[in-house]
């Protein structure tokens, strides 16, 4: 019988696929053959002395010691693309909140209402306010065309928008996968120079972290919009600040707000939802467990 440690909750789908005669399914077992983490940061956790491998429901593998995993011969996998429809979903929501002003719009009518205002009458006089442009012939800039970046460039596609890929890592399998009408750029500036939108889809390492600084900021068209919902660290959230102040990035949409860039002027802060889905959350639990 192998033990299977939880650290974190893992949807029910997932463990019904360990086979339960060989497998038993713990929260607290204090000598596990194996781990399903979703985002449990294990950083300092002392491995077990069974412990033979880690499976993160999830993409990114930053909350586990991989290189500390490897001394130990303790394989640690993940679950990549199963969260992939779950973050296109919302870089496309985010494309759109921050062209068209609607969580501005959203808070002006809730206070409106809460001060007893006539919103619909006051509201024509307003909204000029929170007009903002369409995404149709804009052009997509998407760093990074793994399983995520490449749902995101279809979707944007459909959506009639023009498509500049960067992917340095691209690999053979995931380029014949992308669609022709992708425009694949072999440096960042190329993307850089031209997007009226920029996503970022890549992992946090040594060679991707600020990714996004004051450098690239100053390569940018003017009024850009950037959305980060991949990992904290990938954009220089420094350098952003005076950009986001002086309108030269008319946005910048986070799953990884701290106080100051939170208050920043135009700027839509979310508490990292990209995979918070029931159904992303339960293909990374059963491809966790079938890894
Ligand atoms: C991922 O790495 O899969 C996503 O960021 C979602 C998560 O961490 O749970």
């Given amino acids: 019988m192998f033990r299977i440690k939880t650290l974190n909750k893992i949807a029910r789908v997932g463990l019904d696929q360990l086979d339960k005669s060989r497998f038993s399914v713990e929260e607290d077992c204090a000598n596990p053959d194996g781990i399903l983490v979703r985002s449990a940061k294990m950083h300092d956790y002392e491995f077990p002395e069974a412990l033979r491998a880690i499976a993160r429901a999830g993409a990114g593998t930053n909350n586990i010691p991989v290189d ?15 969260n992939a429809n779950a973050v296109k979903e919302e870089v496309i929501f985010a494309m759109l909140a921050a062209s068209r002003h609607m969580f501005a719009a959203n808070e002006w009518a809730r206070k409106e209402a809460a001060a007893g205002g006539d919103v619909l009458t006051t509201m024509e006089k307003v909204k000029s306010q929170f007009a903002g442009p ?21 979707a944007a596609l459909g959506l009639g928008m023009n498509i500049v890929g960067y992917d340095p890592y691209l690999s053979v399998h995931a380029a014949l996968a992308l669609d022709r009408r992708v425009n694949v750029v072999n440096n960042l500036d190329e993307l850089l120079k031209v997007s009226d939108y920029i996503t970022i889809h890549v992992p946090l390492n040594d060679s991707t972290r600020n990714t996004i600084d004051a450098e690239a900021i100053s390569k940018m068209k003017g009024s850009v919009r950037i959305i980060n919902l991949a990992r904290n660290g990938l954009v220089d ?39 918070s889905t029931p159904e992303s959350e339960e293909n990374c639990a059963v491809m966790a467990a079938h890894q």
């Fill in 68 to 82: 500390r995993c490897s001394e130990a011969g303790i394989v640690v996998f993940n679950t990549p693309g199963a």
């Fill in 237 to 275: 959230e420094q350098a952003l600040l005076p950009a986001l102040s002086s309108g030269r990035v008319a946005a910048y949409v986070t799953d990884f707000p701290d106080a100051q860039i939170a208050n920043a002027p135009g700027v839509i802060a979310l508490p990292h939802l990209g995979a």
């Fill in 134 to 154: 369409e995404i149709l012939g804009k052009t997509l800039g998407i760093i990074g065309l793994g399983a995520i970046g490449a749902r995101v460039a279809d």
